[in-house]
């Protein structure tokens, strides 16, 4: 198991134990994000479900684990599992988290939740079913700047919000990422569209209309890039661009009708990243993000409403619909870059 670090506040359960997890999928996001942050978070890793029992051992050992590998129908099935961290390609997100549900495990699932709007629906009514806690692994709601940002479009510190502009690109190298496979539910629109999706969603308060988008096709004939406006009604809109083809770009503009607040990264902030808001002829630079792996937050929040049954915040059942049925109706606009 792995034990968390001095000094961490570890939500115990009731009976004084911490969140015990289950991570399904040997996963780089599961290395780089998700256990350091449970690290810091107070949870501990009990079983890695692996296809490969090889894949499975190596990734303990890479990270330090004392758990044990099991498979993936293993994992969500054992009474020693609190928590399953669905990490895997998109195409079995929705498989392996409904049988997690099933198995009366809560459950934090890689986004997106589900490729398709039914999907998502399907696994919205398990957990209701089961009684079982479902996130799709957005963190940034649970991030300090997040709640600076709500606070100050409900406090119309820049007016009106009227456009977001968002960008989401990063540089894919491998030919082999499961990116590139359309069978495994990839390209750019899934892997990083959905996240200015889900934050002009969440800011406006409301689902797009309509949209108009243009996209680049690679790899195996997935979306390799993507640019689209979603109205958003009242004349709100957002432009946003995504791609897995150049240079890591996360910047994102909310312009209102008195000001605009700029972000070098709304979605996975470290503590260099910055949130301007310019008004009035004043620019005011605030650094809210402490240095942490962008993951932990989200985890102090879901291993609190496992272990003390604490209410749950950024629940799928409220959120992750509305950017399955955005992502699919952008989706069905596409124009295809000759
Ligand atoms: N929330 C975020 O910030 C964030 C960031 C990055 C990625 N993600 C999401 O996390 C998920 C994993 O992404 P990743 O880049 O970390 O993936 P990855 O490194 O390629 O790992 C995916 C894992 O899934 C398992 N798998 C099952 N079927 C597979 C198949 N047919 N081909 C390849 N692997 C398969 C493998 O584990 P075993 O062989 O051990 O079974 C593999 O190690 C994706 O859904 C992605 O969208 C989220």
Redesign the pocket.
Same mark, same amino acid.
């Given at each position: 198991m792995i034990q968390p670090e001095q000094g961490v506040h570890v939500p115990e359960s009731s009976d004084g134990s911490p969140v015990r997890w289950a991570i399904i999928?040997?996963? %780089? #996001?599961?290395r780089w994000?998700f256990l350091p942050s449970l690290r810091l978070a107070g949870g501990i890793v009990v079983t890695v479900?692996?296809?490969?029992r090889e894949?499975?051992r190596a990734?303990l050992a890479d990270n330090d684990l004392q758990a044990d590998v099991c498979s993936?129908a293993e994992a969500v099935g054992r009474d020693d599992v609190d928590a399953v961290y669905v990490?895997?390609?998109?195409h079995?997100?929705s498989q392996w988290a409904a049988a997690a549900m099933e198995g009366g495990k809560a459950v934090l699932c890689?986004?997106?939740l589900g490729r398709t709007p039914s999907e998502v629906e399907d696994l919205i009514a398990v957990s209701a079913c089961t009684g079982q806690p479902l996130w799709e692994?957005?963190?940034f709601p649970f991030h300090e700047q997040w709640r600076f940002l709500v606070e100050a479009i409900a406090d119309q510190v820049v007016g009106e919000l009227g456009e977001i502009q968002s960008n989401f690109h990063f540089l894919v190298r491998d030919p082999a %990422? #499961?990116r590139w496979d359309p069978a495994?539910g990839g390209g750019a629109l899934?892997?990083v569209g959905c996240y200015p999706i889900h934050l002009a969603r969440l800011l406006f308060g409301s689902e797009p209309k309509d949209a108009a988008a243009v996209m680049k096709v690679g790899g195996r004939g997935v979306d390799a890039e993507c640019q689209a406006i979603l109205d958003f009604g009242s004349g709100r809109r957002l432009q946003f661009s995504c791609g897995l083809e150049r240079w890591r770009d996360t910047s994102t503009r909310l312009l209102g009708s008195g000001g605009e607040i700029r972000l070098t990264d709304p979605f996975?902030p470290t503590a260099q990243d910055t949130i301007t808001v310019i008004r009035d002829g004043h620019t005011m630079v605030h650094r809210l993000v402490p240095d942490e792996p962008?993951f932990t937050a989200m985890l102090r929040s879901i291993c609190s409403v496992v272990a003390q049954r604490r209410p749950a915040q950024h629940l799928a059942n409220g959120d992750a619909l509305g950017t399955a049925r955005a992502l699919a109706m952008v989706r069905t606009r596409f124009v295809e870059w000759p």
């Amino acid at each position: 198991m792995i034990q968390p670090e001095q000094g961490v506040h570890v939500p115990e359960s009731s009976d004084g134990s911490p969140v015990r997890w289950a991570i399904i999928g040997t996963a %780089n #996001i599961a290395r780089w994000n998700f256990l350091p942050s449970l690290r810091l978070a107070g949870g501990i890793v009990v079983t890695v479900g692996s296809r490969s029992r090889e894949s499975g051992r190596a990734f303990l050992a890479d990270n330090d684990l004392q758990a044990d590998v099991c498979s993936y129908a293993e994992a969500v099935g054992r009474d020693d599992v609190d928590a399953v961290y669905v990490a895997t390609p998109n195409h079995l997100h929705s498989q392996w988290a409904a049988a997690a549900m099933e198995g009366g495990k809560a459950v934090l699932c890689e986004k997106p939740l589900g490729r398709t709007p039914s999907e998502v629906e399907d696994l919205i009514a398990v957990s209701a079913c089961t009684g079982q806690p479902l996130w799709e692994a957005f963190a940034f709601p649970f991030h300090e700047q997040w709640r600076f940002l709500v606070e100050a479009i409900a406090d119309q510190v820049v007016g009106e919000l009227g456009e977001i502009q968002s960008n989401f690109h990063f540089l894919v190298r491998d030919p082999a %990422n #499961i990116r590139w496979d359309p069978a495994l539910g990839g390209g750019a629109l899934n892997d990083v569209g959905c996240y200015p999706i889900h934050l002009a969603r969440l800011l406006f308060g409301s689902e797009p209309k309509d949209a108009a988008a243009v996209m680049k096709v690679g790899g195996r004939g997935v979306d390799a890039e993507c640019q689209a406006i979603l109205d958003f009604g009242s004349g709100r809109r957002l432009q946003f661009s995504c791609g897995l083809e150049r240079w890591r770009d996360t910047s994102t503009r909310l312009l209102g009708s008195g000001g605009e607040i700029r972000l070098t990264d709304p979605f996975h902030p470290t503590a260099q990243d910055t949130i301007t808001v310019i008004r009035d002829g004043h620019t005011m630079v605030h650094r809210l993000v402490p240095d942490e792996p962008s993951f932990t937050a989200m985890l102090r929040s879901i291993c609190s409403v496992v272990a003390q049954r604490r209410p749950a915040q950024h629940l799928a059942n409220g959120d992750a619909l509305g950017t399955a049925r955005a992502l699919a109706m952008v989706r069905t606009r596409f124009v295809e870059w000759p």
